[in-house]
């Protein structure tokens, strides 16, 4: 027999290294052929529901990273409420309609004039489907747990039918009419576009003065005179119909060199400066709200321009005389609104002028912009042509300029119940409070809705014109047709005839021969997803309305938190959502957005095939996602070395409770030593802080901190340290043992349940080498944590210990530095404390020099601090000096003792490690042992 085989050497067939690109697969796997999800569904039958509603991800390309940071956010959330007392359902969810899908279309070559639009649309959702495999394999590898086989799609007849009928409720309501008004509009998309989908760009913009020559100024302002105007944008000039002026404003004819000119009196100096005057002389002065009604002579058409008074008129920019133009501007509009200006549009879907704008026909806007400048230098109206660099609405998705343009669209009123949905947005749970102040924000200031698309692939309005063109919304027909698209998909609306499409025998006054057409345009892809609490939430037994949460990207403000709020208070009158917590976009490592372009992308699949998707769980636990948060290959390796120290910290609780049945070798706590007491006193605190704090309050990264400061600073430097010369060198069924033995399995116990949201496979893992009674972790419920008689006393003693503690390992690393000992089994150690710090070391109840890790012969406690010696080293309530003991090493222990050799058959052990030994190994000492 070998000597090392009397000691309680910990061993586990618990790997060292996780292998998880492997085994996750696995372990997935098997949760499938076990239907743990399901078993969990089932398991929480009868608790207290918890709804995370899914928004939907859009079906195209493989996941990034912020796909994962939310999909593993959200499945950090469902678990943890699932083990905790919550029956917490998870249905996800795709996006599936829109233009990406037509452009991809595009890009494979498919030629959409060659096939019927029904045809097209096929091709559309298989495209879609397809997609949905994808990103659906994507999100499971991530372990994100769900009812995978069921999801919501938007483009699936149940669901296109639960948004017909909030249409029609919204219709029924009067929040949904048809009008001709200035929206934003991409050519390069040829559609009108929501403001989810604008973003701004820095462009050059020619910025020009231009002059109106006065038509009739009322007998206030001379005939010879004309008005001033600055814009950024001459291609909207051909649609001019007014000039705006501000009635509170005071205004001066001016003699500006050899031109009589009408400027605001505050921007004369302005101006002058811009233009180049030499010299301006103010002729007269007059108020903004008597210049109403005046006309002007258009710079180029045969036509005039009405004065209008408007307070958008501001004096930060321009001449406080603003060039109107209904057609191509939301104030603009308003203002020409109220005097019954036309809303001209001279530009066709793609940015090209129609022959409404005599002389420029046939050229995109953006090329008219220097004709335009020539034409007004010709006729002697161009006052300074200069160019400037500013921010510029883009489309989002084409990254092309995009336009003011009116068109005829269909909207939804957002006025008629703004104050309502102001109203709920003060009722949310916003778990980060500037998300309320954004979203109010946005709701107060938002125009009406434009719900319309001029697109092919989407949700059709269902909405037919009788033959005097009347518009037909009726309970009736949209009845009719969420029926038709409940059986037959949305694609029949392109299939059939509009009378077809009519409740049979369906008549209408506007048409007398029976004749009916249907609408062309698709619903926005907002509203597609704005209508997922109808189509989800009260379609699915197993889901509630309103959701207790919606949890995206901060980009969803404007988004889908935006536009689901709008539907479900249109319809229903309360917000879908009882709390909203938002997340921060994932960036490069040195804080750039993470672009194909720059190249510092990184796929997660191939972080995953590297290292595991516990690694980039553990990685969303571990960043502050209310803001934007940084992700690299080196943060992962980082989080990788994290990874490592809880694996090989509950690989060593595993290897070291391998002998240990609980239900007949577990410690009670009353029956513990002082120290394991004051570790199952830190366990407990550690169970709450992380339930209460962490998983409650949706703050992971505060239970990763709580974590890796426990494991690191209490178990491993601290308890899991002393322990070696417990639970290896004392006898199996030791007392000593067990009660380490007991501490170190509810630890590994705890830690498993409440790491399980974040490292389920690990977990899963750790879980298959403990004795519990489920069979898997994930269908185990939190451990539960409480307060212990005398909690704050022991807490109060062990916490000064700790202090103390710090100061011998300071000493005994001085020591070692000095060269004077190696390990601190070697050390010499006196203690000379004050009064204080000697009534802590008799407080403390426990083998002090076990803990610090020093022989036991040559630990003392000297009578005074005062009598320390020159060469110990000072503490503010305690001296220390470290010597070498001049001892033998006991072969079994490795402490240098005094006693070394007492035993004769053992010579070459310490007296303790000889009595266990011949305790429980006679025949090895009978015997002799091997060298």
Known sequence: MKMKET??????????????????????????ENEIYQRRQKLNEGKPTFVLHDGPPYANGNIHLGHSLNKISKDIIIRSKSMSGFRAPYVPGWDTHGLPIEQVLTNKGVKRKEMTLAEYREKCEEYARSQVDTQRADFKRLGVAGDWEDPYITLNPSYEAAEIRV????????????????????????????????????????????????????????????????????????????????????Y??????????????????????AIGWESVEVLKEFSGKDMEYMEAQHPFYDRTSLVILGDHVTLEAGTGLVHTAPGHGEDDYIAGHKYNLEVLSPVDNKGVFTEEAPGFEGVFYDKANPMITELLEEKGALLKLDFFTHSYPHDWRSKKPVIYRATPQWFASIDKFRQNILDEVEKVDWIIPWGKTRLYNMIRDRG??????????????????????????????????????????????????????????????????????????????????????????????????????????????????????????????????????????????????????????ILP?????????????????????????????????????????????????????TDFQPSKDAVSFEELRSVD???????????????????????????????????????????????KDVVYIEAEADYQRRCMQTVFYETAVALSKLLTPIIPHTTEEIWSFLKEDEEFVQLAEFPGYEEFANQEELLDTWNAFMDFRDNVLKALEEARNEKLIGKSLEAKLTVYPSEQVRSLLTAVDADLAQLLIVSPDYFTIADAAEEAPENAMKFDDVAILVEKADGETCDRCRQVRKDVGSNEKLPHLCGRCAHIVEENYPEAVAEGFEE
């Open 605 to 657: 699949d191939k972080v995953i095939k590297q290292m595991g998707a516990d690694i980039l769980r553990l990685w969303v636990s571990s960043v502050d996602y209310e803001s934007d948060v940084r992700v690299s290959m080196e943060i992962l390796n980082q989080v990788s070395e994290v990874y490592r120290k809880i694996r090989n910290t509950m690989r060593f609780l595993l290897a070291n409770t």
């Open 7 to 32: 000691l309680q050497l910990g061993k586990t067939a618990f790997p060292m290294r996780g292998n998880l690109p492997n085994r996750e697969v696995d372990w997935q796997k098997e949760w499938e």
């Open 252 to 273: 001066v004819l001016v003699q500006a060199d050899d031109r009589k000119l009408v400027i605001a009196k505050d921007l004369v100096e302005t101006v002058k400066e």
């Open 448 to 601: 009406d809705w434009v719900i319309s698309r001029q697109r092919a692939w989407g949700v059709p309005l269902p909405i037919f014109y009788a033959e005097n063109g009347e518009a037909i919304i009726t309970p009736e027909t949209i009845e009719h047709v969420a029926g038709l698209f409940e059986e037959y998909g949305s694609n029949v609306w392109f299939k059939r005839e509009a009378k077809d499409l009519l409740p049979e025998g369906f008549t209408h006054p506007g048409s007398p021969n029976g004749t009916f057409t249907k609408e062309t345009d698709i619903m926005d892809v907002w509203f597609d997803s704005g209508s997922s609490h109808e189509a989800v939430l009260r379609q699915r037994p197993e889901l509630t309305f309103p959701a207790d949460m919606y949890l995206e990207g901060s980009d969803q403000y404007r988004g889908w938190f935006n536009s689901s709020i709008t539907t479900s208070v249109a319809i229903n009158g309360v917000a879908p959502y009882k709390a909203v917590l938002s997340q921060g976009f994932t960036l490069d490592g040195e804080g750039r957005k993470m672009s194909k372009s720059l190249g510092n992308t």
């Open 677 to 723: 007491k004051y570790m199952m006193v830190r366990l407990n605190q550690v169970i709450k802080e992380i339930r209460v704090e962490g998983y409650e309050k949706y703050n992971f990264i505060h239970i990763y901190k709580t974590v890796i400061n426990f494991l690191t600073v209490e178990l491993s430097s601290f308890y899991l340290d002393f322990a």
């Open 167 to 250: 249409f029609g409720k919204m219709a029924e309501k009067g929040y949904i009419y048809k009008g001709l008004k200035p929206i934003y509009w991409s050519p390069s998309s040829e559609s009108s576009l929501a403001e989810a989908e604008i973003e701004y760009k820095d462009v050059k913009s020619a910025s020009i003065y231009v002059a109106f020559p006065v038509k009739d100024g009322k007998g206030i302002v001379d005939e010879d005179a004309s008005f001033v105007i600055w814009t950024t944008t001459p291609w909207t000039l051909p649609a001019n119909q007014a000039i705006a002026v501000n009635p509170d404003y005071t």
